[in-house]
């Protein structure tokens, strides 16, 4: 199965050289190129890599990478930086980048890092910790997957953090003004209703009754309560 990275980067003669020397290597390439596109994109779909360079248009490197781990978006993410950002090294890093290279870079050396960071992710089965079960649905946080009865459940990028976000606040009562602030904080004005709305899809997708949900309940008047 080919492994997915983004690559945001909005040199276009670097996104050229980049985007074909990935593709020829069996990788299925995205690319943005600038900040706020590239962030969109790794919200909304998942990728086993991001590609980040540092000076982007729209929103920096950083900011992004900042955003996507707050937001609960894991993905390793490599950060290209120019050279003599020393600090910007250290802040990446911080921030959860899983490794930098220093502009300009031989190919050679990037396929070597994408490589080791992705033989280091774990794999589903050998990282219990990152796999959370209940009932027939098995969520992976690591590849941000999805299942019921081993078959894919097609979740969108929203479905799946509110699910996430319930599921580590199980047994405790979540009002919808809890969620909207954390499961859809960066994207402005939607309403309680679109809450409902979602978790109504959630349990379409999810429940083996989602008339008669046993996992995600509904609380009246207060909310509701994720127990599995
Ligand atoms: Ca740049």
Sequence with gaps: MSKKILLVEDEPGLVLTLGDCLADEGYTVTVAQDGETGLHKAKEEAFDLLILDVMLPRKNGF??????????????A???TARGQVIDKILGLKLGADDYLTKPFDMG???????????RTPQPDQTSAEVYTFGDVRVDYRRAEVTRNGQPVELAAREYHLLRYLIEHREATISRDELLNEVWGYDAMPTTRTVDVHVGLLR???EPNPRHPQFILTIHGLGYKFVG
Excluded at 63 to 76: A, C, I, S
Excluded at 109 to 119: M, S
Aim: glycine share 4%; charged share 30%.
């Design 204 to 206: 379409q997708k999810l």
């Design 109 to 119: 050396e990037l396929l070597a890092r994408i490589e080791a960071i992705l033989r």
């Design 63 to 76: 900011d992004v990478l900042r955003d996507l781990r707050q937001f609960g978006v894991k993905t390793p």
């Design 78 to 80: 490599i950060m290209l």
